[in-house]
Nanobody, 115 residues
Framework: QVQLVESGGGLVQAGGSLRLSCAAS????????MGWYRQAPGKQREFVAR???????NYAHPVKGRFTVSRDNAKNTVHLQMNSLRPEDTAVYFC?????????WGQGTQVTVSS
């Protein structure tokens, strides 16, 4: 089992930045992908970004060029640097980890962007 704990959410004005972090603990040997999803009120959970253990990254189109995902394999942590935030980025952000996809989920951290 893998436990994921997110931190770094909060309230920010449009155009501002936030940095989310996620620490993984437990049986980390099974983890290849780490990343982030988000869920806005009344909407389905959607993919945001992910990074493999070798550093390959993928981003959802709405965040490409504004968000950067990074990973510290030694510390089993993943980060999401979010710049140029928009009100439509408001959501609960979930950390994920897994071997072939999101097998494990964190509890989520709220990000609110005011206009």
């Amino acid at each position: 089992q893998v436990q994921l704990v997110e931190s770094g959410g909060g309230l920010v004005q449009a155009g501002g930045s936030l940095r989310l972090s996620c620490a993984a603990s437990g049986s980390n040997f099974s983890i290849n992908f780490m990343g982030w999803y988000r869920q806005a009120p009344g909407k389905q959970r959607e993919f945001v970004a992910r990074i493999t253990s070798r550093g390959s990254t993928n981003y959802a189109h709405p965040v490409k060029g504004r968000f950067t995902v990074s990973r510290d394999n030694a510390k089993n942590t993943v980060h999401l640097q979010m710049n140029s935030l928009r009100p439509e980025d408001t959501a609960v952000y979930f950390c994920t980890a897994g071997r072939l996809g999101p097998d494990y989920w964190g509890q989520g951290t709220q990000v609110t962007v005011s206009s």
